[in-house]
């Protein structure tokens, strides 16, 4: 079994992020936080790759569609309709749409609770609701309502995976084996070091 140090994490900077030049800010934030950056690239993705990296859990979408229709509900809003597979499909056209618009960058981090603290740096995936401090509540003004209003998806920077299974998959569905490198830092004895004795000459 793998140490816990040894999770890791799935990330994608969309196309909004590159266009933002948000980049460097992105990869900053999860480098101070102590994660270990193990691979990325970039790349124009397909709509193919896209659809695929929407459709990887059996029913994700469906469910995110569920909670759409819920979500306005809540906030005393009519949903532009009460079919959920209708909305799963408009979601799926308009995420394969964002994401082939332009370059994105994929990125495999590394180190203890990796996913959950990956997620909570970025925040919700609506970045108007998404808390200050967060990627998407510093950096985002769009909301569910602005993007359904022009048909479109939301523009929130960033994708995280959402369980270490979820990440497993997504890692395997965009990158080769052999492109994510193992190696040390020196930060890891601050990190993980049980006695800390490798400091002091």
């Known amino acids: ?3 816990p140090k040894k999770e890791r994490t799935f990330v994608i900077i969309k196309p909004d992020g590159i266009q ?6 992105i990869i900053g934030r999860l480098e101070k936080v102590g994660l270990k950056l193990v691979a990325m690239k970039m790349v124009v993705a397909t709509p ?3 659809e695929k990296h929407y459709t990887l859990e059996p029913g994700g979408l469906l469910k995110t569609a569920e909670n759409t229709i819920k979500g306005y509900k809540e906030k005393g809003l009519v949903p532009y309709s009460e079919d959920p597979e209708l909305i799963a499909k408009n979601i799926l056209s308009a995420l394969k749409k964002f994401m082939v618009s332009g370059p994105i960058v994929i990125m495999v981090w590394e180190g203890a609770n990796a996913v959950k603290l990956v997620r909570k740096m970025v925040g919700v995936a609506e970045p108007l609701a998404s808390g200050v ?3 998407r509540g510093d950096y985002v003004l769009d909301s569910y309502a602005l993007a359904d209003a022009d048909l479109r998806a939301i523009r929130n920077l960033i994708h995280a995976s959402g369980s270490v299974t979820e990440a497993e998959n997504e890692i395997n569905l965009w990158l080769k084996p052999d492109e994510i490198i193992n190696y ?3 930060q890891d004895e601050i990190l993980y ?3 800390l004795d490798g400091i002091l000459e």
């Open 1 to 3: 079994m793998n140490h």
């Open 20 to 25: 933002r030049t948000l980049i460097g800010e």
């Open 48 to 50: 193919e790759q896209a």
């Open 133 to 135: 401090g967060t990627i």
């Open 184 to 186: 040390r830092l020196v």
């Open 193 to 195: 070091d049980v006695n």
